[in-house]
């Protein structure tokens, strides 16, 4: 055997030893994608919409439907077919939810669209069951980033088929702390969170569902976008910096908290992507007529994340949003 041939041979080995290792230290690598629904108040926060880019941007979600709640649904539809056509995932669906009540600061990010007669599905909650009854049972995820009038009314219409999905991940509640004074801190005790305030018997009725229910309060989610990088996400070289930069301009010239973001939904989707930025712990959450969520006597009927690790957060955000950064020297 030539000299040549043997230092080939060699190196075709090491390849092969060297398999396993890469594997290992990419867990994901070899994992399908978490199929996902993602029902959202699109067009009012800004939250909704680096939490929505999240999931498009992260190969490890597969989102099969997205689903718009409370308020102007159709309008919030729209804006959510614009994302995804203006990032190249216009096959994703997208259908509004039933027009419940009117939201504070409704719809902000209106502007934005483009064409006021963009058609979209009517019926999200119909849209939503049709996904549950074709796909396996306890495969599907439904990410529920705002108050839960969607998912109520899907609930109520086929609980059978509702009871397929695997888990229910939301943003909402306050346990043991509420909001702070500015982005990205919490008060020391507990507030009547948006979503839930806004649609209180709709949690009460999910809770009873019987379905584990993963709880994101204002107690893990209140984490502020730093200045910096906000700034290399809107001068990213990806399909998401356009729309975010225009939405993020909208929204800071009518927002009341101020002008930098919190990002409440994208705590629920970096939970999905990475378990390691919280620790759920089991509750038995009760929830008040004025939308105070509180831990009361009795089987864990969801669990709940009290905290999480921002860093992580930020970290998930800059690699899928902002990939020219280096995620370690992101900090909270």
């Excluded at 709880?215 to 976008?225: F, G, H, K, N, R």
């Excluded at 994340?305 to 690699?319: F, H, S």
């Amino acid at each position: 055997m030539s000299a040549l041939l043997r230092a080939r041979c060699a190196l075709a080995m090491l390849a092969c030893l060297m398999v396993p290792a890469a594997q290992a230290a990419t867990p994901h690598a070899q994992e399908a994608p978490i199929p996902v629904i993602v029902d959202n108040d699109f067009g009012t926060d800004i939250d909704d919409g680096f939490a929505l880019s999240l999931v498009l941007a992260s190969p490890r979600l597969r989102p099969l439907l997205v689903t718009t709640t409370y308020g102007d649904t159709r309008l919030r539809a729209q804006l959510v077919a614009q994302l995804l056509q203006d990032t190249g995932h216009s096959r994703v669906p997208v259908a509004a939810g039933p027009a419940v009540g009117t939201r504070e600061g409704e719809i902000g990010q209106a502007g934005w669209l483009r064409d006021a007669d963009r058609p979209v599905r009517a019926d999200g909650v119909e849209a939503m069951l049709r996904v549950l009854r074709q796909r396996p049972a306890g495969q599907v995820t439904l990410l529920a980033l705002g108050p839960l009038t969607t998912v109520q009314a899907a609930l109520k219409r086929d609980p059978v088929a509702f009871a397929r999905l695997r888990r229910v991940v939301l943003m909402g509640g306050s346990l043991r702390r509420g909001y702070g004074p500015v982005a990205g801190t919490n008060s020391d005790t507990p507030s009547a969170e948006y979503n839930i305030k806004l649609a209180p018997q709709a949690l009460r009725d999910l809770l009873a569902s019987g379905l584990p229910v993963e709880v994101q309060p204002l107690d893990s989610t209140e984490i502020a976008l730093p200045a910096d990088l906000q700034a290399r996400i809107f001068a990213a070289p990806t399909p998401y910096a356009g729309p975010l930069s225009k939405l993020y301009a909208l929204w800071a010239a009518r927002s009341p908290w101020g002008t930098t973001p919190t990002l409440f939904d994208v705590v629920p989707v970096s939970r999905l992507l990475d378990p390691a930025v919280c620790t759920p712990v089991p509750l038995h959450v009760t929830v008040d007529d004025d939308g105070m969520t509180r831990e009361g006597q009795g089987a864990p009927n969801a669990s709940a994340c009290l905290d999480v690790d921002k860093a992580r957060v930020l970290a998930l955000v800059a690699a899928a949003l902002a990939p020219a950064a280096k995620a370690a020297q992101v900090q909270p």
